[in-house]
């Protein structure tokens, strides 16, 4: 079965980090590229960034472009997210999705909720 | 960075009647290698996003026929020919022309 599995959120106080995973299974995650969007509560969805298959590229949107740091085991078939310096509006639920080529996610994980509140 | 407008962004609708969502862009997707990188989301409660439309017009496997998209451009639409139960949600265009990729505010769909 495809899937996409993501993990590693929680409540966590202004100015720290978490590493968000995700795992997949049911196609050759070494050949696809992989994002991260995500969604505030009650709001519309955002792009967070993006990975190329070897790992040898990666874009981020502005607002966390030296917070963020994504990046990829294609032995172990999981994406990463690397969050640190959060901030209140962080808050969200971080989705993992397999990027069929420009933006066209044909996957989706279930998400995996950040919530950062002191 | 590429702003897309959708409107309107509450679309109330009658089962059986049909439904339009447009999405503007502020600037041209059509891409270097002539595609535009134009896709649709819905997003049920409670779900994840689900593609229905990628690339202004391609139909995803296992979405209903009802669904189609259009435009060109700056202006792009998706149809729903008869709006069923099941399609309440929240729609999305996303461009993927430009990074970063941006997506519309997002259409709540209600019966």
């Known amino acids: 079965e495809v899937q996409l599995v993501e993990s590693g959120g929680g409540l966590i106080k202004p100015g720290g980090s978490l590493r968000l995973s995700c795992a997949a299974s049911?196609?050759?995650?070494?050949?696809?590229?992989m994002s991260w969007v995500r969604q505030a509560p009650g709001k519309g969805l955002e792009w967070v960034a993006i990975?190329?298959?070897?790992?040898?590229?990666?874009k981020y949107v502005d607002s966390v472009k030296g917070r963020f740091t994504v990046s990829r085991d294609n032995a172990k078939n999981s994406l990463y997210l690397q969050i640190s310096s959060l901030r209140a509006e962080d808050t969200a639920v971080y989705y993992c999705?397999?990027?069929?080529?420009?933006?066209?996610?044909?996957?989706w994980g279930l998400g995996t909720t950040v919530t950062v509140s002191s | 960075d590429v702003v897309l407008t959708q409107s309107p962004l509450s679309l109330p609708v009658t089962l059986g009647q049909p439904a339009s969502i447009s999405c503007r862009s502020s600037?041209?997707?059509?891409?270097?290698?002539?595609?535009?990188?134009l896709h649709w989301f819905q997003q049920r409660p409670g779900q994840s996003p689900r593609r229905l439309i990628y690339?202004?017009?391609n139909r995803d496997s296992g979405v209903p026929d009802r669904f189609s998209g259009s435009g060109s451009g700056t202006d792009f639409t998706l149809k729903i020919s008869r709006v069923e139960a099941e399609d309440v949600g929240v729609y999305y265009c996303?461009?993927?022309?430009?990074?970063?990729?941006?997506f519309g505010q997002g259409t709540k769909l209600e019966i």
């Open positions: 996303t461009q993927g022309t430009q990074w970063p990729y941006t």
């Open positions: 990975i190329r298959h070897d790992g040898g590229e990666t």
């Open positions: 690339k202004v017009s």
């Open positions: 049911g196609f050759t995650f070494s050949k696809a590229w």
């Open positions: 600037q041209s997707l059509i891409y270097t290698d002539g595609n535009t990188h």
């Open positions: 999705g397999r990027d069929a080529g420009w933006g066209a996610i044909d996957i």
